[in-house]
């Protein structure tokens, strides 16, 4: 008997749960790293691609969009299966998903496999964001809950550009298949697989379906401050509903994060197409140096919201860079003989700032959503978001043609603004709040 108990007590010390949680941050982590590898490795390879199965404009037009429309279906799906049939199992499903569909990239032989397999895995991506986050939310410390949410999306940005590290290397030193640099995304998919078996079910989920045996241990289990503990008892037994995100006590919270985050990559897709022929001349967009270093500078920008969102709080990070954001683009549209280095300085600033709130982006949802819709609110504002860069990705073209350079960036500008007032009325302060607190209102 007493080694039992000895065996238990020592299972809940302090340094057991530092533990779980590395391990927790770690995959989820791993997860974000793997989604920006995935969207980026085929920026690399698409040309050799559109060569040897010769795309007709078509099918190139819907191979650059099906991860975007795999995204677009799969977060809201996944978010809904989520809080239904809990995190943990979704949270297996989704790198599930991706160990098969990275396989099969070895393998394809023609344009619509190559679209099938990329739509796959763009679902799978879209479930890990409305998943992974509202996972981390429940059970992150309450003290440094933004800090660990935002680390993963350090990881998207790293990923993204360890991608082209990786596809450029290959590519312009090796005459290695394109299908072994797409599916070199496979063993870590494989690892994150096995890194997850084993993960507990989050408490929170447990409580709000009346399984308040099950959450009660795992709280005390895995959470790490007595406040945290505390908290999952507050939790209601409610089942949510797809319709709740649009009711009276959540349409802010629905409305917020969705055009946030909208508002948010929309313009960055605008202004990183129009910053192309500028950085030509700066010799940035040229082969390692500009692909690295403008993920690079993104990086550092999500990076630095990392280090001060428990610290100087969410709305502080939020409010005040999508003005300055706002004035950049301005600059640029209003002043049309502006030197080239100002536009460069602009578009510089801009994608650090723009990158630094767009931490927010993933942080929010999961906290001003309560746990029965946590999943399906982050999934619905994943799929708004993801309107918003394919038209920043699809119409800037149109638009640079036809309305030209300066309109289009006083369009870029204007949607900007949309998101900075918005954010002033809406954006709460949810820092050191407990989830009960931030779901249950809005208080700046």
């Given at each position: 008997?007493?080694?039992?108990?000895?065996?238990?007590?020592?299972?809940?010390?302090t340094?057991?749960?530092?533990?779980?949680?590395?391990?927790l941050?770690?995959?989820l982590?791993?997860?974000?790293?793997l989604?920006?590898?995935?969207l980026?490795?085929i920026g690399?390879?698409?040309?050799?691609?559109?060569?040897?199965?010769?795309?007709?404009?078509?099918?190139?037009?819907?191979?650059?969009?099906?991860?975007?429309i795999?995204?677009?279906?799969g977060?809201?799906?996944?978010?809904?299966?989520?809080?239904?049939?809990?995190?943990?199992?979704?949270?297996?499903?989704?790198?599930?998903?991706f160990?098969?569909?990275?396989?099969?990239?070895?393998?394809?032989?023609?344009?619509?496999?190559?679209?099938?397999?990329?739509?796959l895995?763009?679902?799978?991506?879209?479930?890990?964001?409305?998943?992974g986050?509202?996972?981390?939310?429940e059970f992150a410390?309450?003290?440094?809950r933004?800090?660990?949410?935002?680390?993963?999306?350090v990881?998207f940005y790293a990923?993204?550009?360890?991608?082209?590290?990786v596809?450029?290397?290959l590519?312009?030193?090796?005459?290695?298949?394109?299908?072994?640099?797409l599916?070199?995304?496979?063993?870590?998919?494989?690892?994150?697989?096995?890194?997850?078996?084993?993960?507990?079910?989050?408490?929170?989920?447990?409580?709000n379906?009346?399984?308040?045996?099950?959450?009660h241990?795992?709280?005390?289990?895995?959470?790490?401050d007595?406040?945290?503990?505390?908290?999952?008892?507050?939790?209601?037994e409610?089942?949510?509903?797809?319709?709740?995100?649009?009711?009276?006590?959540?349409?802010?919270?629905?409305?917020?994060?969705?055009?946030?985050?909208?508002?948010?990559?929309?313009?960055?897709?605008a202004?990183?197409?129009?910053?192309?022929?500028?950085?030509?001349?700066?010799?940035l967009?040229q082969?390692?140096a500009?692909?690295v270093?403008l993920?690079?500078?993104?990086?550092?920008?999500?990076?630095?919201?990392?280090?001060?969102?428990?610290?100087v709080?969410?709305?502080?990070?939020?409010?005040?860079?999508?003005?300055?954001?706002?004035?950049?683009?301005a600059?640029?549209?209003?002043w049309a003989?502006?030197?080239a280095w100002?536009v460069?300085?602009?578009?510089?600033?801009?994608?650090?700032?723009?990158?630094?709130?767009?931490t927010?982006?993933?942080?929010?949802?999961?906290?001003?959503?309560?746990?029965?819709?946590?999943?399906?609110g982050?999934?619905?504002?994943?799929?708004?978001?993801?309107?918003?860069?394919g038209?920043?990705?699809?119409?800037?073209?149109y638009?640079?043609v036809?309305?030209?350079?300066?309109?289009?960036?006083?369009?870029?500008?204007?949607?900007t603004?949309?998101?900075?007032?918005?954010s002033?009325?809406?954006?709460?302060?949810?820092?050191?709040?407990?989830?009960?607190?931030?779901?249950?209102?809005?208080?700046h």
């Amino acid at each position: 008997m007493k080694n039992t108990s000895t065996a238990a007590d020592d299972a809940t010390t302090t340094t057991y749960k530092r533990r779980f949680l590395i391990r927790l941050t770690a995959v989820l982590i791993g997860g974000m790293f793997l989604d920006g590898y995935i969207l980026g490795i085929i920026g690399t390879v698409i040309s050799t691609i559109s060569t040897e199965l010769s795309f007709t404009p078509l099918w190139e037009g819907l191979i650059v969009a099906s991860t975007l429309i795999g995204i677009l279906v799969g977060s809201p799906i996944g978010g809904w299966l989520g809080d239904k049939y809990g995190r943990k199992p979704l949270f297996m499903i989704d790198m599930g998903i991706f160990v098969v569909g990275s396989a099969l990239q070895f393998f394809i032989q023609e344009p619509w496999q190559l679209f099938a397999v990329r739509l796959l895995m763009g679902i799978a991506i879209g479930v890990e964001y409305s998943v992974g986050w509202p996972m981390m939310s429940e059970f992150a410390p309450a003290r440094m809950r933004g800090r660990l949410m935002g680390l993963t999306l350090v990881a998207f940005y790293a990923g993204f550009m360890t991608a082209f590290i990786v596809g450029y290397a290959l590519t312009t030193t090796t005459t290695i298949d394109w299908r072994i640099i797409l599916g070199s995304s496979t063993l870590l998919a494989v690892v994150l697989f096995i890194a997850r078996i084993g993960l507990p079910e989050s408490p929170r989920w447990l409580w709000n379906k009346g399984r308040h045996e099950e959450a009660h241990r795992l709280a005390h289990r895995y959470l790490l401050d007595f406040a945290d503990m505390n908290d999952v008892e507050h939790e209601h037994e409610r089942k949510g509903k797809f319709s709740d995100l649009f009711s009276r006590q959540y349409w802010r919270a629905t409305l917020f994060t969705s055009m946030f985050w909208l508002c948010a990559v929309t313009p960055y897709f605008a202004i990183a197409t129009f910053a192309e022929s500028v950085l030509e001349s700066y010799g940035l967009n040229q082969g390692l140096a500009g692909g690295v270093g403008l993920s690079a500078l993104a990086t550092a920008g999500v990076i630095l919201t990392v280090i001060l969102v428990d610290r100087v709080g969410r709305r502080a990070l939020t409010v005040p860079p999508q003005y300055l954001c706002f004035v950049l683009l301005a600059i640029i549209g209003l002043w049309a003989g502006a030197p080239a280095w100002v536009v460069l300085v602009c578009f510089l600033a801009f994608s650090f700032f723009n990158a630094g709130y767009n931490t927010l982006t993933g942080i929010y949802p999961a906290e001003v959503f309560p746990t029965e819709i946590r999943g399906v609110g982050t999934g619905f504002a994943t799929a708004v978001s993801r309107i918003g860069a394919g038209a920043g990705t699809f119409l800037l073209p149109y638009s640079m043609v036809n309305y030209g350079p300066q309109t289009t960036m006083l369009m870029a500008a204007g949607l900007t603004l949309l998101g900075a007032v918005l954010s002033h009325w809406l954006a709460p302060e949810t820092k050191g709040k407990s989830l009960t607190e931030t779901a249950a209102s809005f208080s700046h």
